[in-house]
C-alpha cells in the first residue's frame, strides 16, 4: 500500500495545487480486476489506485488536470520473470507478452492532448491478459 497507493496519494498531493493543466497517469495492473492465488495485498493496492483514480477524478473535475491508469498484463521486464509466483510455477504466463515500449504507447496516449476526452479510467493495456486469468 505504501509504494503503490500512498505513493500515488502524496504526487498527487503534492502536485496538483501547482499543476494548471496537463495529465496525471499512474500504473495500475490487469490483477486489480481480476486476480489469481498469493497476489492479494498485490490486487487490493492496484484496486485501490483505481478507485482513487476514479474519486480523485470527480474532484478536480473544474480543473484542466485529468487523472487516469493504465493496468497491464504481462511485461516483458525483470520484474515479471523474477516475480516469485512466476518463478515456483504459481502463476502461469499465457498468451501474449507486451514489451515495454507498448505500454509506454499506451501510458503516453493517457498523457496526451489526444485523450483530452478520457478522464477517470482504466486502459487495459494487457494483450489479452485478463480474460485468461
Known sequence: MNVNMRALFRLCQLCLPHMKHGSIVTVSSVH?????????PYATSKGAMEAFVRGLSQEIAHTQTR???VAPGAVDTPMLWENPNVKSGREKITGQVG???????????????????????????????????
Open 32 to 40: 486489480a480486476h481480476q486476480t489469481t492465488a498469493n497476489v492479494v
Open 67 to 69: 487523472i487516469n491508469a
Open 99 to 133: 514489451s515495454p515500449e507498448e505500454l509506454a504507447a499506451a501510458i503516453c496516449f493517457l498523457a496526451a492532448a489526444d485523450s483530452s476526452f478520457i478522464n477517470g479510467t482504466t486502459l487495459v493495456a494487457d494483450g489479452g491478459r485478463l480474460a485468461a486469468l
